[in-house]
């Protein structure tokens, strides 16, 4: 068990640009789910695979953002012109199945100046 | 809504047995109580779960009231490494996305030398 991967761990980039990152879940790991956590609170879930298959969205995923999972092994999560208010930790987890307890990453800690 | 509360933060000597309460008084009966901590700059990390039971396990124990609308989270000799922000999450079985691991803020934990 070599844990969830996730990177970069930190990424400053500009207003406007776009940036993507990576998830690499635990290999058996059916389950992908995306969350974003801001200064103080809980992280908040964000989006989740089964699979290849992305089975649902919060509404806090604007048309900005978009996650794959093109062979249901890693995914990425890319944010088309970012904002300020997307500086955020971007945590990436993974379970085996419905039941069962999830495994986080570290995060990527985005910074948008 | 918040499906669970608990208090902002917490003390406890180093040593000492640490206890984390929780409310959680519209629990159904197919939703089970899981505990996650998060030291500072990680991912949240699994610490423990149930249904009805109580539960120990190699990090804490779990105590759920009789009519399941509040529990505790034991850590039974707490260390400085214990220093975290402790969630207490309501989840139902199959849960995932938005009906799998919501976050409120959680319970920061300080463990005083």
């Known amino acids: 068990d070599t844990g969830v991967s996730q990177d970069p761990r930190h990424k400053i980039t500009k207003r406007g640009q776009n940036v993507t990152f990576r998830c690499d879940p635990i290999?058996?790991?059916?389950?992908l789910y995306w969350y974003r956590q801001t200064l103080g609170q809980g992280p908040e879930f964000l989006t989740y695979f089964q699979n290849e298959a992305q089975l649902e969205k919060s509404r806090l995923l604007s048309d900005r953002f978009s996650a794959e999972r093109p062979k249901g092994s890693f995914s990425t999560l890319e944010i088309q012109r970012t904002e300020q208010g997307d500086s955020a930790m971007y945590l990436c987890a993974s379970s085996l199945g419905a039941n069962d307890r999830y495994t986080f990453g570290s995060g990527t800690r985005l910074t948008v100046v | 809504d918040a499906k669970t509360t608990q208090p902002t933060s917490m003390d406890c000597a180093e040593g000492r047995a640490a206890n984390l309460p929780c409310n959680h008084s519209?629990?159904?009966?197919?939703?089970?109580v899981y505990w996650y901590r998060q030291i500072h700059s990680q991912g949240p990390q699994y610490i423990i779960h149930?249904?009805?039971n109580n539960e120990t396990n190699e990090m804490a124990s779990l105590i759920i009231t009789e009519d399941r609308k509040s529990s505790t989270l034991i850590l039974p000799h707490a260390t400085l490494r214990d220093t975290a922000v402790y969630y207490c999450i309501v989840r139902a079985a199959g849960g995932g996305g938005a009906d799998g691991l919501t976050f409120g803020k959680g319970t920061h934990l300080i463990i005083q030398p």
């Open positions: 519209t629990i159904s009966g197919n939703e089970y």
């Open positions: 290999s058996e790991h059916n389950r």
């Open positions: 149930g249904l009805k």
